[in-house]
């Protein structure tokens, strides 16, 4: 399944600043024992909908558009061997305050990343189709179980992702339920050295009334690519994410986020989707790695092609 061929089901279906999310009327945010905004407990996503929108599509779509995409969707993944989609049926459009999205990008308007030149050559290609077999490197990220989807901006996937939250006064944590290493939100203010960079970034958060937002700066450019369906998306080091988590009622987080990386845009770009609210009180180990022999295959099978290529394997 492709995006191409979902953009063309889709048509053929339907022929710079935040908005605020939407509390239900007299909802009040649980509060914590030291008077913050509770977001404790396992919050999860599970939507087949795309980061960018597919051409010619609104961002917000009525339940029987909505219905129609879930459908073109599970036709187009018969030849799925994922447990997850057979247990728990073909994955629906992330909602948000109870409407259907098309895309998680919410601006630019037409729902595309806005790249610049840099950015377009560099991510002119399928996320999950990589970059090339010259080497490992070139492989996804997520592929080799080292890139983590929770990562800011947080993304999610078709499968169900899980993610735990625990709080205390001066920091919050997010164990997620995939290849992720532990998030920490610093509510200390405090700052990093400029010259300690990573993948996942340096996340410092503020509370504004019942809303937590993050600024999360110190990105390495070791590898600027992050897994979405279709092109991938891209941070530099000089890339600042703004991220604004609200609790919206008992069972949905809503979740804000924007880029401002001038080194792959040509403008700041916003993104938005809920998380959806677990009865559940623990999370499993991914354990990626564990029986993942796809790089020692690709690599063996490459040694196997050079040797016999020299005359030392029949």
Same mark, same amino acid.
């Given at each position: 399944?492709?995006?191409?061929?979902?953009?063309?089901?889709?048509g053929?279906?339907?022929s710079?600043?935040?908005s605020?999310?939407?509390?239900?009327?007299?909802?009040?945010?649980?509060?914590?024992?030291?008077?913050?905004?509770d977001?404790?407990?396992v919050?999860?996503?599970?939507?087949?909908?795309?980061?960018?929108?597919?051409?010619?599509?609104?961002?917000?779509?009525?339940?029987?558009?909505a219905?129609g995409?879930?459908?073109?969707?599970?036709l187009?993944?018969?030849?799925?061997?994922?447990?997850?989609?057979?247990?728990l049926?073909?994955?629906?459009?992330?909602m948000?305050?109870?409407?259907?999205?098309?895309?998680?990008?919410?601006?630019?308007?037409?729902?595309?990343?806005p790249?610049?030149e840099? +950015?377009? @050559?560099? %991510?002119?290609?399928?996320? &999950?189709?990589g970059r090339g077999?010259?080497?490992? =490197?070139?492989?996804?990220? *997520?592929?080799?179980?080292?890139?983590?989807?929770?990562?800011?901006?947080?993304?999610a996937f078709?499968?169900?992702?899980?993610?735990?939250f625990?709080?205390t006064?001066?920091?919050?944590a997010i164990?997620?339920?995939?290849?992720?290493?532990?998030?920490?939100?610093y509510l200390?203010? +405090?700052? @990093?050295? %400029?010259a300690?960079?990573? &993948?996942?970034?340096?996340?410092?958060?503020?509370? =504004?009334?019942?809303?937590l *937002?993050?600024?999360?700066?110190?990105?390495?450019?070791?590898?600027p690519?992050?897994?979405?369906?279709g092109?991938?998306?891209?941070l530099?080091?000089?890339?600042?994410?703004?991220?604004?988590?609200?609790?919206?009622?008992?069972?949905?987080?809503n979740?804000?986020?924007?880029?401002?990386?001038?080194?792959?845009?040509?403008?700041?770009?916003?993104?938005?989707?809920?998380?959806?609210?677990e =009865?559940v009180?623990?999370?499993?180990?991914y354990?990626c790695?564990?029986?993942?022999?796809?790089?020692?295959?690709?690599?063996?099978?490459?040694?196997?092609?050079?040797?016999?290529?020299?005359?030392?394997?029949?």
């Amino acid at each position: 399944m492709t995006c191409r061929r979902i953009a063309f089901t889709l048509g053929a279906i339907l022929s710079s600043s935040w908005s605020l999310a939407q509390e239900p009327e007299g909802y009040q945010v649980p509060r914590t024992e030291h008077g913050q905004p509770d977001f404790q407990g396992v919050w999860s996503t599970r939507w087949n909908t795309m980061l960018e929108r597919p051409e010619g599509l609104p961002l917000v779509l009525s339940p029987e558009q909505a219905a129609g995409f879930a459908e073109q969707v599970a036709l187009h993944s018969e030849d799925n061997t994922d447990p997850d989609i057979d247990i728990l049926g073909p994955p629906v459009l992330a909602m948000v305050d109870g409407e259907y999205r098309s895309s998680v990008i919410v601006y630019p308007e037409d729902g595309t990343l806005p790249y610049n030149e840099v +950015g377009a @050559r560099r %991510a002119g290609h399928n996320y &999950f189709g990589g970059r090339g077999y010259d080497g490992p =490197e070139q492989r996804p990220g *997520v592929e080799r179980c080292t890139e983590a989807w929770a990562s800011p901006p947080m993304r999610a996937f078709m499968y169900q992702l899980f993610h735990g939250f625990v709080q205390t006064p001066d920091a919050i944590a997010i164990v997620s339920e995939e290849a992720a290493p532990l998030r920490i939100i610093y509510l200390d203010g +405090g700052k @990093r050295p %400029a010259a300690y960079r990573s &993948f996942e970034g340096y996340s410092v958060g503020r509370w =504004e009334g019942d809303a937590l *937002v993050v600024e999360t700066t110190h990105y390495s450019d070791v590898n600027p690519e992050r897994a979405t369906i279709g092109r991938p998306m891209l941070l530099s080091s000089a890339a600042r994410v703004t991220e604004r988590f609200t609790r919206t009622s008992e069972t949905e987080l809503n979740y804000q986020f924007s880029v401002d990386d001038p080194t792959y845009y040509t403008e700041p770009w916003r993104g938005e989707f809920s998380f959806t609210r677990e =009865e559940v009180d623990h999370i499993y180990e991914y354990a990626c790695h564990e029986g993942n022999y796809s790089m020692i295959g690709a690599l063996r099978g490459a040694r196997a092609q050079e040797a016999r290529a020299e005359g030392r394997l029949e």
